[in-house]
Nanobody
Framework: QVQLVESGGGLVQAGGSLRLSCAAS????????LGWFRQAPGKEREFVAA????????YSTDSVKGRFTISRDNAKNTVYLQMNSLKPEDTAVYYC????????????????WGQGTQVTVSS
């Protein structure tokens, strides 16, 4: 069982930066993959970025490559999403999620979810 709590969202102007954090509880944090998803109003949920249990392997969707960086600190049971050069189209609720299986890279198998944090980018 894993509990996830996101923080760090807010309102920022286009071109600005935010860092999202996701604190996890549970004794198996070091063995799970973690991902960030987002959902904008009226749109489907989008798989944004993910990182494997060790941090050695990551994924990011094309629209955020070069701007967003996912990382994790297993000693702190925390995963981060550093978002730079933000655009209005990045506006969404961002969710942290955890996966135990091998399909994490495909955005599948995420069984545990946080409550979400709002990111709003003004033009």
């Amino acid at each position: 069982q894993v509990q996830l709590v996101e923080s760090g969202g807010g309102l920022v102007q286009a071109g600005g930066s935010l860092r999202l954090s996701c604190a996890a509880s549970g004794r198996t944090f070091g063995s799970i993959a973690l991902g960030w998803f987002r959902q904008a109003p009226g749109k489907e949920r989008e798989f944004v970025a993910a990182i494997n249990w060790s941090g050695a392997h990551t994924y990011s969707t094309d629209s955020v490559k070069g701007r967003f960086t996912i990382s994790r600190d297993n000693a702190k049971n925390t995963v981060y999403l550093q978002m730079n050069s933000l655009k209005p189209e990045d506006t969404a609720v961002y969710y942290c999620a955890a996966a135990y299986g091998s399909s994490w890279l495909a955005g599948l198998g995420y069984d545990y979810w946080g409550q979400g944090t709002q990111v709003t980018v003004s033009s």
